[in-house]
Nanobody
Framework: QLQLVESGGGLVQPGGSVRLSCAAS????IGWFRQAPGKEREGVSC????????NYADSVKGRFAISRDNAENTVYLQMNSLKPEDTAVYYC??????????????????WGQGTQVTVSS
């Protein structure tokens, strides 16, 4: 059973930055998703197992950056220029090899517990 543990959420001011981490128990495609209250889950970004395929939602392009350290089996989501509309619970999820990686939630079989990111002054 693949396990995922997110960390790094919290309260941040608009325009600020935060980095989320996802520690995985296996090397595989990782995606970040988010869900705000009253809204559907949204795919944010994904990265293939070797980091050669990246994908971003239009809403975060140019502001968020995904990366991974396979020596540590950890995927990072660097979130910059944060806006109040980025407020959500962020989940990392793992999928069997997807090429190129995609932001379709149904393709991800394993999910972390989520970490809250709140952007507010």
């Amino acid at each position: 059973q693949l396990q995922l543990v997110e960390s790094g959420g919290g309260l941040v001011q608009p325009g600020g930055s935060v980095r989320l981490s996802c520690a995985a128990s296996a090397l595989t495609t990782i995606g970040w998703f988010r869900q705000a209250p009253g809204k559907e889950r949204e795919g944010v970004s994904c990265i293939s197992s070797r980091g050669r395929s990246l994908n971003y939602a239009d809403s975060v392009k140019g502001r968020f950056a995904i990366s991974r350290d396979n020596a540590e089996n950890t995927v990072y989501l660097q979130m910059n220029s944060l806006k109040p509309e980025d407020t959500a619970v962020y989940y990392c999820a793992a999928a069997e090899a997807i090429w190129p990686c995609r932001l379709e939630g149904y393709e991800y079989a394993y999910w972390g517990q989520g970490t809250q990111v709140t952007v507010s002054s």
